[in-house]
């Protein structure tokens, strides 16, 4: 059971021999490090940055459920890049818009 489950894998036209296994197996690095980025103060976060790992999640989420074969690699990475940028993004608004100014703190 569990080796013929290992066989399918292995010759799915998205498995482990084309690139359609590896690209988003290695983007994943990009959501790990944007969640190790939680750590970092808001006033560092890059709004450029944020919308284009944000877009580029959503878009390429809708993209891998349309695709032939269908890649669920590719969608959870870019899941995970929407996520993680969405909540950046919003880090990033709390602090800018929701704070008091400096100045105001004196």
Same mark, same amino acid.
């Given at each position: 059971m569990a080796a013929s489950k290992l066989q399918a894998l292995w010759n799915h036209p998205a498995g482990p021999k084309t690139i359609h296994f590896w690209a988003p197996t290695f983007k994943w690095g990009i959501s790990i490090a944007n969640i190790a980025d939680?750590?970092?103060?808001?006033?560092?976060?890059?709004?450029?940055?944020?919308?284009? +790992?944000?877009?580029?999640?959503?878009?390429?989420?809708?993209?891998?459920?349309?695709?032939?074969?269908? *890649?669920? *690699?590719?969608f959870s +990475?870019?899941?995970?890049?929407?996520?993680?940028?969405i909540y950046q993004?919003?880090?990033?608004?709390?602090?800018d818009y929701s704070s008091e100014p400096a100045a105001a703190k004196e």
């Open positions: 939680f750590a970092k103060p808001p006033e560092k976060i890059s709004y450029p940055q944020q919308i284009a +790992v944000t877009a580029t999640g959503v878009i390429w989420s809708r993209y891998s459920t349309v695709i032939t074969p269908k *890649n669920w *690699n590719l +990475v870019n899941l995970a890049m929407a996520a993680t940028g993004l919003s880090r990033k608004l709390r602090h």
